[in-house]
């Protein structure tokens, strides 16, 4: 089968160990995370962890199915880049002396959209934000001029483009049916 990129995103509690537990599922199935990025969503008490592998469809399902399963999990989907909006941050530490004499080297930083975000004598840092591609692009073009001295990649940020954000829906579902069963067994007493 073939191989495709996939985006898992989970929503999970903020529980201790859960990450590792996650991972696990992939290492069990000897899956290569790409990139992982954890942060707080826009949810109180709710975290956010988006996950980056290259899978075939059939392995991709059982993966989530499995992730969902987490006692801590409050839901996991996947998604192709067509059903996302996503997104990377990179910073690039260059030598100062090459960005101040090597015209080509402020031309592709402006070419590709970067910006410089701190000079010293020594080094400066240019930040870009953008797809994966175009990050790699302007590391390849600035290792072309042989100035850069680090660089850093975040993993992937990212949102679904449908209108409705899946867990904001099973959420508020699972708030009705605790409210309902609540009145229920008041009304019982």
């Not at 290792?143 to 850069?148: F, K, L, N, P, W």
Request: glycine residues 2%.
């Amino acid at each position: 089968m073939d191989k495709k990129l996939y985006t898992i995103i989970v929503h999970s509690e903020n529980i201790a160990g859960l990450l590792n537990q996650v991972t696990a599922v992939f290492t069990r199935r000897q899956i290569n995370i790409e990139s992982l990025n954890v942060s707080a969503s826009s949810i109180a008490g709710v975290h956010k962890y988006t996950i980056t592998a290259w899978t075939d469809p059939d392995t991709i399902e059982k993966v989530v199915k499995q992730i969902t399963k987490k006692i801590d999990v409050i839901q996991a989907h996947y998604f192709t880049d067509e059903e996302i909006y996503q997104h990377e941050i990179a910073l690039y530490k260059l030598t100062t002396p090459a960005l101040e004499q090597t015209p080509g080297v402020s031309k592709v930083i402006r070419k590709n959209h970067a910006r410089i975000v701190e000079v010293n004598p020594v080094f400066s840092i240019v930040e870009m934000n953008g797809m994966s591609d175009d990050i790699t692009h302007l590391y390849e073009e600035l290792q072309a001029y042989d100035c850069v001295l680090q660089f850093v990649r975040s993993g992937r940020v990212a949102i679904t483009t449908s209108c409705f954000e899946r867990v904001n829906e099973y959420l508020a579902e699972r708030k009705a049916k605790y409210e309902a069963s609540k009145k229920q067994l008041n009304e019982e007493r």
